[in-house]
């Protein structure tokens, strides 16, 4: 995520912001332009309250309509569960909230969320389990989230009970997400296909089956050579998503650390070296690796100086690297570049503890 500034006095203001603290113009996001503009003379999305969407409609498109992200939710809780102070109400903003994040780094990364050549889009159904029961997971471009994952104490209750070091509702927003775009990134591909299936094995492996032999065996031994995570085992199709989700946390949080001038140095690198970071695209993932790596050391140090569990609790071997790499480069071969602002050059890596 960017760092964005008051249009009025310069001050730094959050994604979500609607007022400056400071000057008291009234702000929202401008998807058409990418940045947080001053609301006034554009027409706010009529989610404005239900969602607590700041997000702003392009000139020219409906004034009673949804903004970019808000017409991506397909289905919702009704207007009368979502009561301001009701869990199933705040739940669902938080959700929103979380795909505003995520519709956010699809656009600056180019990739495809709307219908385009003929071929679906990505849609939500953002559902309460209060009900009835709700199975997250995605099908045919339509991802479905139980609005629980919003709940604080149940989603850590299923962090431990799976053996999940990270769970989150924009985790599980980019997981699912991540399967939608294996079906424009890779299958309508055969070299792609043929790679894919090198590095994460063949999808045609009967997906029920290997969702029973993951939860009933568990992840194999030794998982953490070959996978990001202990879920990715399942199938690689998972595989594909939690590498895919993996990556958008990577390059979101590195262009945060850019935007907002963190530099990881440490006390064995030399002066010359420690230049403030500038952003750029890259070409090989390995050179994300080498800003993401440092910028991990220092954020999990900080946690562990704070008595906190580490912030990030993961390893990448060479197997996963090139997983990411994979990734990496269906992205940048996607014909729409990468936004120069997404990613951060400059930081350099200190030798691994």
């Known amino acids: 995520m960017r760092a964005f500034a008051c249009p009025g006095c310069g001050q730094l203001v959050p994604f979500e912001a609607v007022t400056c603290l400071v000057c008291g113009t009234s702000l929202g996001f401008a998807p058409d332009t990418g940045e947080i503009v001053a609301s006034a003379g554009r027409v706010p999305c009529a989610n404005a309250v239900r969602a607590g969407c700041n997000w702003l409609l392009a000139p020219g498109e409906d004034p009673g309509g949804l903004c970019l992200s808000c017409r991506l939710t397909r289905t919702r809780p009704h207007d009368a569960d979502l009561t301001a102070g009701s869990l199933t109400g705040e739940a669902f903003r938080a959700a929103e909230g979380a795909k505003r ?9 180019g990739l495809p969320v709307v219908p385009s050549g003929g071929k679906p889009g990505l849609a939500f159904d953002l559902l309460s389990s209060a009900e009835e029961p709700v199975v997250t997971g995605h099908a045919d471009g339509v991802v479905t989230i139980d609005l629980a994952e919003g709940d604080d104490a149940h989603r850590e209750q299923m962090r431990r ?21 294996w079906t424009v990134l890779v299958e309508p591909d055969p070299q792609a296909r043929t790679s894919f ?54 390059r979101d949080t590195l262009q945060t650390a850019a935007s907002f001038g963190i530099l990881v140095t440490g006390p064995r690198l030399e002066p010359e070296l420690m230049a ?11 050179d994300i690796l080498d800003d993401w790596l440092p910028l991990t050391y220092a954020l999990n140090a900080v946690n562990r100086s704070m008595g906190r569990d580490d912030l990030y609790p993961f390893v990448l071997s060479p197997a996963v690297v ?3 790499g994979f990734v990496h480069q269906l ?11 997404g990613s951060v050059k400059g930081s350099r890596p200190l030798p691994v503890p």
């Open 101 to 109: 994040r995520l519709v956010f780094q699809f656009l600056e990364l």
């Open 161 to 181: 009970e799976l053996g999940e070091p990270y769970r989150t509702m924009l985790g599980h927003l980019r997981h699912e997400s991540g399967h939608y775009f």
């Open 197 to 250: 299936r090198a590095l994460f094995g063949d999808e045609r492996a009967d997906y029920a089956e290997a969702l029973r032999h993951h939860y009933e065996g568990g992840p194999p031994a030794e998982w953490v050579s070959r996978y990001v995570s202990a879920y990715a085992t399942a199938h690689p199709w998972e595989d594909w998503a939690e590498a895919f989700a993996h990556y958008l946390h990577i």
């Open 276 to 286: 403030a970071p500038h952003l750029e695209p890259d070409d090989r993932v390995e």
């Open 322 to 324: 090139a997983k990411l």
């Open 331 to 341: 992205i940048v071969s996607r014909g729409t570049p990468p936004n120069p602002r």
